[in-house]
């Protein structure tokens, strides 16, 4: 079983960038989907964006101006590039695996974005 670990977070003021990352325990690879969502506060948990294993991507329509996501199958590392952060985009991001028997979540890192 997959564990994985998400890094990156931090406070910072609209307009502005962070690169969050999601380390895995093991070898992704063989892991068809990899998804980062997020919760802001007093809001249900939202997908972001997700990566296939051979690179294909989906990005939601409310960031896909301003966020990427990328993959690294070698390193079991998955990225999520922001830029242009905005207030709204405050919440915790979760990286999940999309796994035989359901999602595999990680603890999440929190993104606080300042006006």
């Known amino acids: 079983q997959v564990q994985l670990e998400e890094s990156g977070g931090g406070s910072v003021q609209a307009g502005g960038s962070l690169t969050l990352t999601c380390a895995a325990s093991?070898?992704?690879?063989?892991?068809?989907?990899i998804a980062w969502y997020r919760q802001g506060p007093g809001r249900q948990r939202e997908l972001v964006a997700q990566?296939?294993?051979?690179?294909?991507?989906m990005i939601e329509d409310f960031v896909r101006d301003r966020f990427a996501i990328t993959r690294d199958n070698t390193k079991g590392l998955v990225h999520l590039q922001m830029n242009g952060l905005k207030p709204e985009d405050t919440g915790v991001y979760y990286c999940?695996?999309?796994?035989?028997?359901?999602?595999?979540w990680g603890l999440g890192t929190q993104v606080t974005v300042s006006s």
């Open positions: 999940a695996a999309d796994l035989e028997d359901g999602l595999e």
């Open positions: 093991g070898s992704i690879e063989s892991i068809p989907v």
């Open positions: 990566i296939a294993s051979g690179g294909l991507t």
